[in-house]
């Protein structure tokens, strides 16, 4: 959930997927005059060696125990920094009291008691300031300009907002209402419904089963301000930074920010057993359209197992797009995500269909997974996923955003430093790994099924017919469907 200059008005916008950029899978038979005319790129061999760039990753820890990574940039006269906690809904027993905690962050600091005083002054600098939270982790990040005039009076603001937020009682008062007008936000959007459902499968009785934002009347300003103090320690806090700063002013910068926040000792992440049997329900609901999520647990990104797993997933949603969207017409997209929750990752098939067809479409979807385990991926497949993943990987981070984005995960998952690194790890994946793995992590009888749409007669599918010669690609479609991952 953002929350950035106006609260309600963004945090009801939703969270757009940080920056999970599917490029275009071009296949070589589509193109007109058979291999003559075939594209020369397709015709090279599959593993061509990446050239080293030259963007070095350098990082450390601050003396108050925050870990640091930066890559200097200087295309433009600017900078970004995140900085995330692990301080995410799960990480309290307490409904809500997390993403209140977060809402409260920059609703007043000293000197700047209010909201408004606070993007007032974030403006008059020329910053941009921006807010995130889901159940895993809080962030925070804020671009400036390098210029001493400008970065220093947004980075003492940005560094007093996290370290000493005032969480007054008027700010708790209107947090807590902000709270209540997100959460009926989210029990009308049939999106968030089928999200939050499929937690409550997927997890019962634990904290990943409440919504991150929820109503509590009883929460108080003491909880909040030890909630704080607890989980936006200096030792739980990851800061990223990417652009126009010299090695030294990004070491200054780092520990400005990390001797600001509160030196408590990093609380244990609570303990959470998800034990929830895979079942399937459905939520009547008088819409155009089902949605339609089938979902079950799988490997954290750090598991040496994920980057084939993510091979894996990557060819199959490549398998539907063309047999749901190209073959039949069932679906503007069909996408394959990667929720990272603390010990597990869940692996979640998503899209959005006619109701007419949405039991036909999830018994197609078992049973293409069914004969995707039993044979694996073809070699072909391979080969145009690792020409794909070659051929985006420097396009993908030209930009500050974007290199911001992939440090940040390498930051939070503790990756080599080298934003290569997922990249070359494709190139070297066999056949027999991404198979072995796709049977070792996921399984025919473990899908959790959730359908939100209304209820319907059932029509048999449309036949598939051939892919026309300038079929679209299964990842350009705009009207491709998302699920925010939480």
Not at 3 to 22: C, D, E, N, V
Not at 93 to 118: C, D, R, W, Y
Not at 428 to 435: P, Y
Request: hydrophobic residues 35%; glycine residues 4%.
């Amino acid at each position: 959930m953002n929350k950035s200059a106006h609260p309600i008005r963004q945090a009801l916008l939703g969270i757009a997927l940080l920056g999970h950029f599917i490029p275009t899978l071009v296949f070589a038979d589509s193109v007109p005059g058979g291999s003559a005319g075939r594209l020369q790129s397709l015709l090279e061999p599959d593993n061509i060696a990446s050239k080293p760039r030259p963007l070095s990753i350098k990082g450390w820890k601050t003396t108050s125990g925050s870990k640091v990574l930066f890559i200097r940039t200087t295309a433009s006269p600017m900078f970004d920094i995140h900085v995330s906690f692990d301080a995410g809904s799960v990480r309290s027993n307490t409904p809500g009291l997390a993403a209140v905690t977060f809402s409260m962050i920059n609703e007043g600091t000293p000197g700047k008691e209010n909201h408004q005083a606070i993007i007032e002054t974030v403006q008059a600098l020329g910053a941009q300031l921006d807010m995130h939270i889901d159940s895993q982790r809080s962030a925070f990040s804020l671009r400036s300009l390098s210029a001493v005039e400008k970065s220093s009076p947004a980075l003492q603001l940005f560094s007093q907002m996290l370290g000493k937020p005032l969480l007054s009682d008027e700010a708790l008062a209107r947090v807590k209402n902000e709270s209540n007008d997100i959460l009926l936000h989210e029990k009308r959007n049939p999106q968030k419904i089928v999200t939050q459902r499929l937690k409550e499968q997927l997890a019962p009785q634990t904290p990943y089963a409440q919504p991150v934002f929820t109503t509590n009347d009883a929460l108080t300003r003491q909880a909040v301000q030890d909630f704080h103090r607890q989980a936006y320690s200096a030792r739980s806090a990851q800061i990223t930074l990417v652009g126009d700063l010299t090695l030294e002013q990004a070491q200054l910068i780092s520990r400005q920010i990390s001797d600001a926040l509160p030196h408590t000792t990093l609380a244990s992440p609570n303990a959470t057993s998800l034990a929830g049997t895979p079942r399937t329900s459905h939520i009547e609901r008088a819409d155009q359209q089902t949605q339609l999520l089938l979902a079950q647990l799988s490997v954290s990104n750090k598991h040496v197992d994920y980057p084939a797993l993510d091979a894996a997933t990557r060819i199959l949603e490549t398998r539907l797009m063309t047999e749901l969207r190209e073959k039949r017409g069932l679906v503007y997209g069909a996408d394959i995500q990667h929720w990272g929750w603390i010990d597990n990752g869940v692996t979640v098939i998503t899209l959005r269909t006619s109701p007419k067809f949405s039991q036909g479409t999830q018994g197609l979807i078992r049973s293409m997974f069914n004969d995707y385990l039993r044979d694996g991926p073809t070699q072909q497949e391979l080969d145009q996923l690792k020409r794909r993943m070659q051929s985006s990987n420097a396009h993908n981070s030209t930009n500050n955003a974007q290199i911001l984005h992939r440090l940040v995960e390498i930051n939070r998952y503790d990756l080599p430093l080298d934003l290569d690194y997922s990249a070359q790890q494709m190139q070297r994946l066999s056949l027999k790994q991404i198979k072995d793995a796709l049977n070792r992590h996921l399984a025919d009888d473990r899908w959790h099924v959730v359908t939100v749409g209304p209820t319907v007669e059932q029509q048999p599918l449309p036949l598939p017919v051939p892919p026309s010669a300038g079929a679209i690609s299964a990842h350009s479609c705009p009207a491709a469907q998302t699920v925010e991952a939480s």
